[in-house]
C-alpha cells in the first residue's frame, strides 16, 4: 500500500501522483479519487510526516461519457477532501 511506501522513500521523494485502485483476486484496477481501497489519512499523515512541501498530480481517468468535464470538478473536489485546501 502507498502508506507504507512513503516512509521508505523518505526524502527521496520529489513529486507525488495519486491515484486509486481496487484490489481483488490479484488483480488491480484503476477508481476514481476516494472510491478504491488506497488509505488516504494514512497517505496524508505519512507525507506529513517527512515533510513533504511540493505539489501534487491526479491521474484522471477517462472522461465520463457525458458531461465530461464533469470529471475535473470531481478530482478537484476528491483532492480537497483528501489533502484539505490551503
Known amino acids: 500500500m502507498p502508506e507504507h511506501w ?4 523518505g526524502q527521496r521523494i520529489h513529486r507525488v501522483h495519486v491515484k486509486d485502485n481496487h484490489a481483488s ?6 477508481a476514481p479519487l476516494l472510491s ?7 497517505v496524508r499523515a505519512a507525507l506529513a510526516a517527512l515533510p513533504y512541501h511540493s505539489w501534487l498530480t491526479a491521474e484522471v481517468l477517462p472522461a465520463y461519457r457525458h458531461h465530461g468535464e464533469r470529471l ?6 476528491a483532492m480537497d ?6
Open 6 to 9: 512513503i516512509p521508505v522513500l
Open 25 to 30: 483476486g490479484g488483480a488491480v484496477t484503476a
Open 36 to 42: 478504491g481501497d488506497v488509505n488516504w489519512p494514512s
Open 72 to 77: 475535473i470538478w470531481d478530482t478537484s473536489a
Open 81 to 86: 477532501a483528501i489533502f484539505g485546501e490551503a
